[in-house]
């Protein structure tokens, strides 16, 4: 295996220079109830949680979020997608169904800016907990609805999943070869990644609106919405001319090449001529120059009427050659090249060292190191920041109720005993 | 939060070009102050740059217009964005479809950055916005001359996304960068396609250039809330790849701890069953996703109706699917093929079974979901006509994004924005257009 970048991200040390009166981080001061589950709106309460937001992740007293049974698990129970993605946040156990749980939810929720969660629509509503009522309870509270079809519309009680959504946003259908069964994506997750993207822009907009009004409101995320917008011009080409994009297989039909090629180590690289100086480049890196002339394949439309031919050749000369090698001769003449890469290759990638992609984290829980992605965007003045790990079920349960809502320890204690908590 | 004295106190340390913009920005808001009874948006009265080309970084600045901001497209004086000639034409000579879905909402500005009077006209419009999002390779503008040092110095509030293929820093910082190449480094193309085959394209879109303009939005949400509280704006440095890389769950981390390395899984998944794409009667195709052993005990018994393969001796138990994959898949498969797609629906959705429609656009267009969502939405364009483009995302109950035109056409507000921002007299516009500056 590769070597590891061994640093943990640090607080930011920076803290002396600025008064002691400013915000350390831009969601500092802002306190985030994360009552979701697995990857959707989760993600999206862990990049304000990155970027100084408390989040405070909301759970059923026994199991907690799905998500810490998701994927491969560690010594401490928890998968290791939960250790990444429930980094910085406090676990509070509350049994929303229970009256007494409904009560501290909402209570808690009183106390916070934003609250995040994606139910199917309709199950906060059936425990008393809908937007109504807690926006009555604090009118300036953001509230992050994600689900597979949104809150409206005749698909909203239908059970939504990535991958669900990735079919009927569209994606699924153009991934894989011409006429035969599509791919997966890549990922079965793309669509809640995406979707927590948008939630976080959406309470980011509201928070701002809410610093200039007072006024709080929800956000409205569908998964299969997230995906279709990503669709470039496949919308108004359809509406104009009925163009019905299909399935490229490895390459994409607009240019040529623009695609995936093996090499003679059995690796693989992608190539994206999309003009015809890079393909010049790599004609160049190819010690064929004459392949980029005018007589041959030089101008993108001929490349584009010949595309079989020219892959043919592309193909014939990553064949003869290990990927080092053409990853060499393509950096040298700037051919537009990128290895298509596995993990391993990942973690043995100069770049992602160089960018401190991948993190070491601690976890004392669990005695060991995590290497989890970093926090992104990365801002200069104020990076984002992975201070923990997930954390254990209810680890902070009593912490918050005490603190954060003064209960005393004979109350708490009632909950424990109770199994609202 | 004190956020008035904190500001105020910032503000004190500027330029007085600064004061003087400020004042003038002050006054611009108060007339754009929204009429009664209309809500007004999160982003009234921001004012974003956008330089960048294509997607990646300009579709960050979009939904910032959706939401309020005033968006100026600063282009190249002869061709402009590239974007104007990516795929399908339209009506308008300098326009394709794509850019009057992807350049909404923002008024068109020529200025030739590489000549320095352009570069100076440049750092002036800079001085009095709020936000600059650029797309360049790493170190370009600071060869005209409007690098981060000699922005900030101007305006020391300005947030600046900066989005490039691999990043402002870093051995590959001067690579090309495209999403299909950041889909390949950033780790997604080698697990899209069928085992042991040839990696196939996750789509014929430009996926990651949209991905790194949704964290580029939150990044730019950030700094501008910052800036309020703090007066000092910041840049924000991201690369395309690691817009990708962020995106796949336990690959990472799972590599880190077992050394597992994950490979295609053509249409299914390793970690649950079935969960895949299954071809219809019709010749259609759809997604069903059993996550666990409820929704397939729904799908065998109710939906199939064939309880037998839910018993635990048969396929009840996760671990036992995943053991037979091919077989579970097959049965399921068969089944599928034997139904229309319209009966399979009906059949699955009664027993709560997670389904749904593989769509093509044509599928998307006759979906009465996206109707009523009004995903869609037809905007009447007097030079192009009626284009039908995606609608505004995410969607906020208080204050919805809006679409107020589509992609103009290269510099239809040069003269406007120069002259009523800047200041510029008709002789100074007359003769930087002579020299080809704007």
């Known amino acids: 295996m590769a070597v590891q970048p061994k640093q943990k991200e640090k607080v930011d040390a920076r803290g002396d220079s600025k008064s002691a009166t400013e915000p350390r981080l831009p969601l500092s001061g802002i306190r985030v109830i994360d009552v979701a589950t697995f990857i959707a709106a989760p993600y999206a309460a862990g990049i304000l949680g990155e970027f100084g937001a408390d989040v405070l992740k909301v759970e059923h007293p026994f199991g907690g979020d799905p998500c810490r049974n998701f994927g491969t698990a560690t010594k401490r129970g928890d998968t290791l997608a939960w250790l990444s993605e429930a980094r910085n946040k406090k676990s509070v156990t509350l049994d929303l169904r229970t009256p007494d749980g409904a009560e501290i939810f909402k209570k808690l929720v009183t106390k916070s800016d934003v609250l995040c969660e994606n139910f199917r629509p309709g199950t906060l509503e059936k425990w008393g907990l809908g937007w109504e009522v807690m926006h009555e309870l604090n009118p300036g509270l953001i509230m992050l609805r994600i689900s597979g079809y949104g809150q409206s519309g005749p698909y909203r009680d239908r059970p939504g999943f990535a991958r669900i959504a990735h079919a009927v946003g569209g994606l699924a259908y153009l991934a894989g070869m011409p006429r035969e069964t599509p791919v997966t994506p890549g990922s079965t997750t793309l669509g809640d990644y995406l979707t927590g993207l948008y939630g976080a822009i959406g309470i980011l907009l509201a928070l701002r609106y809410k610093d200039k009004t007072g006024k709080g409101q929800y956000i409205d995320a569908a998964l299969y919405e997230s995906i279709f917008r990503l669709s470039d011009e496949m919308a108004p080409a359809y509406a104009a001319y009925g163009t019905v994009r299909e399935r490229t297989g490895p390459h994409n039909p607009i240019a040529c090449p623009l695609g995936h090629f093996r090499t003679k180590d059995d690796k693989w690289v992608a190539f994206a001529c999309t003009t015809d100086k890079l393909f010049e480049a790599l004609a160049e890196a190819m010690d064929r120059p004459e392949l980029a002339s005018n007589a041959l394949y030089g101008r993108h439309q001929k490349r584009l009427e010949s595309r079989h031919d020219v892959n043919d050749v592309v193909s014939a000369w990553c064949g003869s050659l290990t990927r080092e090698e053409v990853e060499a001769k393509c950096y040298a003449t700037g051919a537009p090249y990128a290895p298509l890469d596995n993990i391993a290759d990942i973690f043995a990638n100069r770049q992602f060292h160089a960018r401190r992609n991948l993190v070491a984290v601690d976890d004392p829980d669990l005695g060991d190191t995590l290497i989890v992605p970093c926090s992104l965007p990365r801002l200069s003045e104020t990076p984002g920041e992975i201070n923990s790990l997930g954390p254990a079920l209810g680890q902070h349960t009593d912490e918050v109720l005490e603190g954060l809502l003064g209960m005393s320890p004979s109350e708490i204690k009632r909950l424990h005993d109770g199994r609202v908590i | ?434 020299n080809h500056v704007i």
């Open chain 2, 1 to 434: 939060m004190s956020e008035e004295t904190q500001d105020s106190g910032a503000r004190r340390s500027k330029s007085e070009a600064q004061e003087e913009a400020r004042a003038e920005d002050l006054a611009s808001q108060a007339r754009e102050e929204p009429a009664e009874g209309s809500k007004g948006l999160p982003l009234d009265g921001v004012r974003v740059v956008d330089v960048g080309n294509f997607i990646a970084g300009p579709y960050a600045a979009s939904i910032l217009s959706e939401f309020g901001a005033e968006v100026y497209k600063v282009e190249y004086p002869i061709a402009g964005d590239p974007l104007r000639a990516l795929g399908t034409p339209s009506r308008r000579a300098d326009s394709t479809l794509f850019w009057l879905s992807e350049a909404r909402n923002r008024k068109s500005v020529t200025i030739n950055l590489r000549q320095p009077t352009g570069a100076k006209l440049f750092r002036k419009l800079v001085a009095k916005c709020d936000v600059l999002v650029e797309s360049f390779r790493p170190g370009t503008m600071e060869s005209w001359g409007v690098g981060w040092d000699t922005l900030s110095k101007d305006n020391p509030g300005l947030v600046m996304l900066r989005v490039t293929g691999y990043g402002q820093t870093g051995p590959f910082k001067n690579h090309r960068g495209f999403a299909h190449l950041a889909h390949a480094f950033g780790g997604l193309s080698y697990l899209c396609g069928f085992p042991g085959q040839t990696p196939t394209i996750p789509g014929p879109n430009p996926l990651a250039d949209y991905m790194v303009s949704l964290y580029g939005a939150i990044g730019i949400m950030l700094a501008l809330r910052y800036r309020d509280q703090t007066g000092r704006g910041q840049y924000i440095d991201i690369g395309t790849y690691e817009a990708v890389f962020r995106q796949l769950d336990e690959l990472p981390t799972a590599y880190g701890v077992h050394g597992k390395i994950r490979e295609r899984e053509g249409s299914g998944t390793i970690i649950a069953c079935p969960h895949g794409h299954f071809r219809t009667k019709d010749d259609k195709w759809v997604a069903i996703a059993c996550t666990n052993d409820k929704m397939f005990a729904r799908l065998a018994e109710d939906a199939m109706q064939r309880p037998e393969l839910a018993a635990e001796a048969s396929f009840g138990l996760k671990h036992k699917r995943l053991a037979a994959r091919t077989e579970v898949d097959r049965i399921v498969a068969d089944w599928t093929a034997s139904l229309t797609r319209d009966e399979l629906m009906e059949k699955c959705l009664a027993a709560q079974v997670p389904i749904g429609a593989l769509n093509s656009i044509a599928d998307i267009f006759a979906d009465p979901h996206y109707q009523a969502r009004e995903d869609l939405v037809t905007i009447d364009d007097p030079d192009v006509g009626e284009i039908t483009v995606p609608g505004v995302f995410p969607k906020l109950s208080e204050t919805p994004g809006r679409i107020e035109h589509l992609g103009p056409p290269l510099g239809n507000m040069t003269d406007k924005v120069l002259g009523e921002l800047l200041g510029l007299t008709n002789a100074e516009l007359a003769e930087f257009h002579k």
